[in-house]
């Protein structure tokens, strides 16, 4: 093992420059290179992808711990659905003189990892970098603590003015098709509604729309003060101000939406992330070097694993069913009699 290369991919997560910098530190321990590729695999799929492409000394990572994003650039990549795009991949990886690949991202990035598996016969492993923590087999992904914190400490501010205003509000959350982020930061804000897949699917909107409606003006009668309700983004058709605008409408409750949308994905990695980053960058740089291919790293009961990358991504991982119950059958029920 003489040159890994190691991208990032997908939706950037606070944490992923921790990991860069651990894979980078760790190689060099073992006398190993590191190339960065830029711009998620477009850096090994563009045409110029020379220009994609540069090594990662100790300097270039030496103050990144502390930072959001990604240095390495993130993006979102079709040809690597596509066996032309594939193709260009692994030649890319060979110009370069590349052993093995280590993959920071979600379930898309790790998709297009076991696609190239075809075409490209180094080692390829993956780091589980997404504020949606919806991949199986980690406890935990990187980026989902520093979202959820973000998510808490905004709706904290909103909780005050809305306390002001004695006012009902609609604040509506990432994490694409699944409620890691939906329910941690409604329990920690305590939001007196959760609205995510795994509760409230909306099979049927006007029976939804009515359940919510007759909780609503239930809890109004009993106490007076703000009330807030957390939504997962892609739950209600159109969204928190589709949802605002029905209950208005149809219910006559008047509520203020707010999406908080990509101020979820930025911001310095707090310590958890950047802990979490660094171990699993460490420990993707020992599993490559001990022969260890197709896996991802992840963290089980504070101890790190490999799990192979289709078993990763062949299930969402579930909320837990606990912080869901505790939600649904205690919190929100005293919540709606509070006086
Ligand atoms: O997967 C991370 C994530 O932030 C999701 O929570 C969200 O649905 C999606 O990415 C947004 O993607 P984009 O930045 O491309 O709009």
């Known amino acids: 093992m003489k040159r890994i290369g190691i991208l990032t991919s997908g939706g950037d997560a606070p944490g992923m420059n921790a990991a860069i910098r651990a894979v980078v530190l760790a190689a060099h321990h073992h006398h190993i290179e590191v190339v960065g590729f830029y711009h998620g695999f477009n850096g090994l799929v563009c045409e110029e992808h020379i220009a994609m492409a540069e090594p990662l000394t100790l300097v270039k990572v030496n103050s990144i711990i502390h930072l959001g994003g990604t240095i390495l650039k993130s993006a979102r990549c079709q040809l690597m659905h596509e066996e032309k795009g594939l193709k260009i991949a692994a030649k890319t990886l060979n110009e370069h ?42 406890d935990y992904t990187i980026g989902f603590a520093t979202a959820v914190n973000t998510g808490i400490e905004a709706i904290d501010k909103i909780r005050d003015t809305a306390d002001a205003f004695e006012r009902i509000f609609i604040v509506e959350l990432m994490g694409r098709h699944s409620g890691h982020i939906t329910f941690n930061v409604g329990i920690a804000c305590a939001a007196e509604q959760v609205l995510s897949f795994e509760n409230f699917p909306v099979d049927d909107q006007q029976v939804r729309l009515l359940q ?6 239930a809890a109004q009668k009993n106490r007076h003060g703000s009330y807030i309700i957390v939504i997962a983004e892609n739950l209600w058709p159109g969204g928190a101000f589709e949802l605002a605008k029905q209950l208005n409408k149809q219910a006559d409750i008047e509520c203020t939406a707010c999406l908080l949308g990509h101020i979820q994905r930025g911001g310095s990695p707090i310590a958890k992330d950047r802990i979490l980053a660094t171990k699993m960058g ?15 790293v992840a963290e089980k009961n504070n101890a790190m694993h490999l799990i192979a990358l289709d078993e990763a991504i062949k299930h969402q991982k579930l909320v837990s069913k606990q912080l869901i119950d505790a939600q649904q059958n205690i919190l929100a029920l005293t919540a709606q009699t509070q006086c």
């Open 97 to 138: 003189d590349i052993d093995g690949l280590i993959v920071i991202g979600g379930d898309g990035s790790f998709s297009g990892l076991l696609a190239l598996k075809q075409h490209w016969s180094g080692r390829m492993i993956g780091i589980p970098g997404t504020i949606d923590n919806d991949l199986d087999g980690t």
């Open 212 to 217: 919510l409606a007759n909780e609503i003006k």
């Open 282 to 296: 460490v420990a993707a740089v020992q599993a490559i070097i001990s022969g260890e291919s197709n896996v991802m």
